[in-house]
C-alpha cells in the first residue's frame, strides 16, 4: 500500500462533513459567544473541504436528562444523535461557568455516554472514526481544565482528538466582556481556530483512508 502523505490524504478522501454542538445556555434568539467561536471553526474547516455547516444550540431542543439513546416522552435527543452520528467532525462549542465546562455540555456528555456500547458490524464503536474538537469561550481561567474533562469524555466514547485540538478565548478575570463583544477576532484565537481546523480535517481524511482495526 502507498504511503499515505499528508497532501496523498487530502487529495484522494472523499468529501467530509462537520457538525457544531453549542452548549450555551441561553436559548435563541439570544447571542451566544460559544455558537459565534464555533462557527468560526466551522467557517476554518470550509477552508479545508469540509462541507456541511450544521449548528445545533442544544437548549432549544428538549433533550432529557439520562444516559440512553432515547429517554422517551418527547426526547429531541435521537434527532441530534443522528445528525452527530453522520458527521466526521464534531464541534464541541461550550461556555465555560465556575471554570467548567456548562450544565448543557455535562448533560451532552451523558447523553454520549450510551455510545460506548453501540458498535458496527465489525464490533468497532461508532464514533471511532470520527474527530472531535473543542471550542471554549468564558471570562475566567478555565480553558483548559474544560478541554481536558470534554476530549476525556469524547475520547471514552470513540471520538480522535487531533494534535492542538482546542481553540479558546478567555477574558479579563472578573471581567464583563464576553467574545462576541469584541470589535474583532484577537489574532492568537483566530491563529488558533485555524490550526485547529487543519488539524482536524487531516486527521479525518486519515481515518476515513485507513480506519481503525477490528477488534
Excluded at 500500500?1 to 452548549?23: G, K, N, Y
Excluded at 426526547?75 to 464541534?91: F, M, T
Excluded at 464576553?178 to 470589535?183: E, F, N, W
Aim: glycine share 8%; proline share 7%; charged share 20%.
Amino acid at each position: 500500500m502507498p504511503d499515505q502523505t499528508p497532501d496523498t490524504v487530502t487529495a484522494t478522501s472523499p468529501d467530509l462533513t462537520a457538525i457544531v454542538l453549542a452548549c450555551t445556555l441561553s436559548p435563541s434568539p439570544s447571542d451566544s459567544s460559544s455558537i459565534k467561536l464555533g462557527t468560526e471553526v466551522l467557517d476554518a474547516l470550509h477552508e479545508h473541504g469540509v462541507q456541511g455547516g450544521t449548528v445545533i444550540r442544544v437548549v432549544d431542543h428538549d433533550v432529557r436528562f439520562g444516559v440512553s439513546d432515547d429517554e422517551g416522552d418527547g426526547d429531541e435527543w435521537p434527532g441530534i444523535r443522528e445528525q452527530v452520528l453522520a458527521a466526521d467532525i464534531l464541534v464541541f462549542a461550550t461556555p465555560i461557568w465556575m471554570g467548567q465546562p456548562s450544565a448543557v455540555a455535562k448533560m451532552v456528555l451523558e447523553r454520549l455516554d450510551n455510545e460506548i456500547a453501540e458498535t458496527d458490524d465489525a464490533g468497532r464503536p461508532l464514533l471511532s472514526d470520527k474527530v472531535a474538537v473543542a471550542a471554549i469561550v468564558g471570562n475566567e481561567d478555565g480553558a483548559h481544565h474544560s478541554s481536558a474533562m470534554i476530549f476525556q469524555a469524547l475520547n471514552d466514547v470513540g471520538y480522535t482528538i487531533p494534535a492542538q485540538g482546542v481553540t479558546y478565548w478567555v477574558g479579563e478575570a472578573m471581567g464583563s466582556t464576553d467574545y462576541q463583544d469584541l470589535d474583532e477576532v484577537p489574532e492568537k484565537t483566530a491563529q488558533t481556530t485555524a490550526t485547529v481546523a487543519r488539524h482536524a480535517a487531516h486527521l479525518a481524511r486519515a481515518l476515513r483512508a485507513m480506519p481503525y482495526p477490528a477488534p
